[in-house]
Nanobody, 124 residues
């Protein structure tokens, strides 16, 4: 059974930083790209970042480029999202997801296993 366990969310002031983690078990981690998505007040699941199975390729949503960094530690079956210079509009539930593919696509339809989500709240 595949499990994704997310952690690291919380409340932070604008300009602050948080690091999200997602530990994956029950599958061959290195063969799958990993992604982070978020769902805010608009109730749409927006793409944040993705990383290929080998970790050499990354893709970011336009609104987070230059502020967020996705990485993975394949020895620990863990993917991270380092979020710097957070803004109130980053407030959302953040979801970790496993792709069906090796490469880092930004389309949520290419991801078939999702975590439970972790709340990130940025106050001004």
């Amino acid at each position: 059974q595949v499990q994704l366990v997310e952690s690291g969310g919380g409340l932070v002031l604008a300009g602050g930083s948080l690091r999200l983690s997602c530990v994956v078990s029950g599958l061959t981690f290195t063969s799958r790209a990993m992604g982070w998505f978020r769902q805010g007040l608009r109730n749409e699941r927006d793409f944040v970042a993705a990383i290929s199975g080998g970790g050499r390729s990354t893709t970011y949503g336009d609104s987070v480029k230059g502020r967020f960094t996705i990485s993975r530690d394949n020895a620990k079956n863990t993917v991270y999202l380092q979020m710097n210079n957070l803004k109130p509009e980053d407030t959302a539930v953040y979801y970790c997801a496993v792709s069906r593919y090796f490469y880092d696509y930004n389309d949520h339809d290419r991801y078939d296993i999702w975590g439970q989500g972790t709340q990130v709240t940025v106050s001004s």
